[in-house]
């Protein structure tokens, strides 16, 4: 059997894996990132630990493959900003074959993540898929005739920045009535916090003590008991996530979207009702008309991003 090493950088933490090729993990490590440490000095320290927890034979280990946050450049194969590790022009790939004299490749954690869905997940035998994270902002990958579609010098596919809402809310990238400011977790814990503290009679109160407590989740839990508040909530938020997703529909038709991210842990609920927001209201131009899109969620949760690093490095040596 073959393996990657698989190295997912994340906000706070880096982990490691050796990914099979039929998609079996080894025990991963994971080391918290100190901010106030030299990036090389990091990624030496993790390098250590990778060495010394495992073994692999040499003619077994093909490669490296690298998900990292910010913004990366996966021809130079650096990490150009990482804002949360205080990263910046951050020359991972060539550091990492430096060391083990192997093919080494980076994209960013969204592309990663989707890789990890196609090779090993829900996205096996599709050649054109959106994969969007609902977390603390809405990431996005794109998968197109086959391959990422990373942009100019990986910039590209920034679809959380789409705009649902002219003139809506400001976002965080100085735009405004992107996706992300209707659809990501946080936009939905503030929803429901602002409509649970407008709301006394909310059944959202049996279950959170006060509106700053409140959370996604719960504010699901109170619609399926049938509460009016929660469910005007959730019925605004399925309207912009549907939204989006029809724009992508029209812009890609790709066979399929996979929802990944915290909102994603609603699972079929979730959906279910997103299926059905896109089902009713068509594609636009293409409304009846074949091949439909269907709604999917990510089945990796919180491994896409080692299983992807694994298949990044898969999918390049494939194609190289
Ligand atoms: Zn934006």
Redesign the pocket.
């Known amino acids: 059997m073959k393996y990657a090493l698989g190295i997912d950088i994340g906000g706070t933490s880096i982990k490691a894996s050796f990914v099979s090729e039929d998609g079996h993990l080894s025990p991963r490590i994971t080391m918290l990132v100190d901010k106030n440490k030299k990036q090389e000095e990091t990624l030496k320290d993790f390098c250590r630990q990778i060495d010394q927890n495992f073994s692999i034979a040499e003619e077994d280990f093909l490669g490296i493959g690298v998900g990292c946050p910010g913004g990366i450049n996966p021809k130079k194969g650096t990490c150009d900003y990482a804002t949360n590790l205080h990263w910046k022009d951050f020359p991972i790939v060539s550091l990492l074959r430096e060391r083990y004299g192997k093919p080494c490749f980076i994209e960013n954690d969204a592309n990663v993540a989707l890789l990890g869905e196609i090779y090993f997940g829900v996205g096996k035998n599709f050649r054109n898929v959106v994969f969007l994270t609902l977390g603390t902002g809405v990431g996005s990958g794109l998968y197109l005739d086959g391959k990422i579609y990373s942009g100019n010098e990986g910039k590209g596919a920034e679809l959380?920045?789409s705009t649902v809402e002219a003139h809506g809310r400001l976002?965080?990238?100085?735009?405004r009535g992107?996706l992300?400011?209707y659809a990501s977790a946080s936009a939905l814990t503030k929803d429901a916090a602002w409509a649970m503290a407008h709301h006394p009679e909310s059944k959202m109160w049996e279950f959170c003590s006060k509106p700053e407590k409140m959370n996604g989740a719960l504010v699901f839990q109170a619609e399926k008991m049938g509460d009016q508040t929660a469910k005007e909530v959730i019925d605004n938020y399925i309207f912009y996530l549907g939204e989006g997703c029809l724009n992508f529909c029209n812009i890609f038709r790709p066979e399929a979207i996979i929802l990944g991210g915290g909102v994603a842990k609603q699972g079929e609920y979730l959906r279910a009702k997103v299926e059905s927001y896109v089902a009713r209201n068509g594609y636009g131009l293409l409304k009846d008309n074949p091949p439909k899109t269907q709604i999917l969620i990510s089945c990796l949760g919180s491994e896409a991003g080692i299983y992807g690093a694994g298949a990044l490095c898969f999918e390049n040596l494939r194609n190289s």
């Open positions: 959380g920045h976002c965080a990238c100085g735009r992107c992300e400011c």
